[in-house]
């Protein structure tokens, strides 16, 4: 079954400081992926997708992630955190191009921006 | 905003009665889906549709159903709802359904059952 990891389920990063999430997928064919964000009390909001146009996908609020197929990882990444990061953040991934497959997500990992 | 609307936004309910929430969309998508979030699962499809009285069952189907009657309507249903029910449902929409066009969510429902 297609699934996602996503290692850490809390993250803690200073204002400023790099932030790095992790996702790697279980796939024998290149999949679609997605991050979502969600900040509480609210639902999931798409922050970028992979397209396979191009391995690093910008998205919003300043946030990329890179797809390695050879590490079948697609890590989200962002330069340097602001307070606003603060949330919780979902992979997900479908392997199939037909309508009605399955978007399957990830546990979530929950990033906490300290001053 | 996507469209998506999700009524009641919380509820709290007893052990065994009935429960129905509804997702309402003014955005025309033809998928539809309902995700219960629980801390430590992330998400879980319950059911989607895929078109008006298109329904198929998702990972954790068991003990609900549902209903789409309208392009705009997606009801789902507790027969008798359960403690292990309580959960955030989420309602969520997309264009096609498939490959990478995304999904759109709701604001979710929060449901306790005691």
């Known amino acids: 079954a297609q699934s996602v990891t996503q290692l850490g389920s809390h993250v803690s990063v200073s204002e400023g400081a790099l932030v790095l999430l992790r996702c790697n997928y279980s796939?024998?064919?290149?999949?679609?992926l997605f991050w979502y964000v969600q900040y509480p009390n609210q639902g999931l909001q798409l922050l970028l997708k992979y397209t396979s146009a191009a391995t690093l996908v910008k998205g919003i609020n300043g946030f990329e992630a890179e797809f390695k197929k050879s590490e079948t990882s697609f890590h989200l990444t962002k330069p340097s955190a602001h307070m606003s990061d603060a949330a919780e953040y979902f992979c997900a991934v479908r392997k199939e191009e037909t309508s009605g497959s399955r978007l399957t997500f990830g546990e979530g990992t929950q990033l906490t921006v300290n001053p | 905003d996507a469209g998506i609307t999700q009524s009641p936004r919380h509820k709290v309910t007893e052990t065994g009665t009935p429960v129905t929430l509804r997702c309402h969309q003014t955005?025309?998508?033809?998928?539809m889906y309902w995700y219960r979030q629980d801390p430590g699962h992330g998400l879980r499809l319950i059911h989607y549709?895929?078109?008006?009285?298109?329904?198929d069952k998702g990972e954790v189907s068991d003990g609900y159903s549902v209903s789409r009657s309208k392009t705009e309507d997606f009801l789902l249903t507790l027969e008798s709802a359960t403690s292990s029910q309580t959960s955030v449902y989420f309602c969520?929409?997309?264009?096609?359904?498939?490959?990478?066009?995304?999904?759109?969510f709701g604001n979710g429902t929060r449901l306790t059952v005691t």
């Open positions: 955005e025309n998508h033809r998928y």
């Open positions: 549709s895929y078109g008006v009285k298109d329904t």
């Open positions: 796939s024998s064919v290149p999949p679609y």
């Open positions: 969520a929409i997309s264009v096609t359904g498939g490959g990478n066009s995304p999904l759109h």
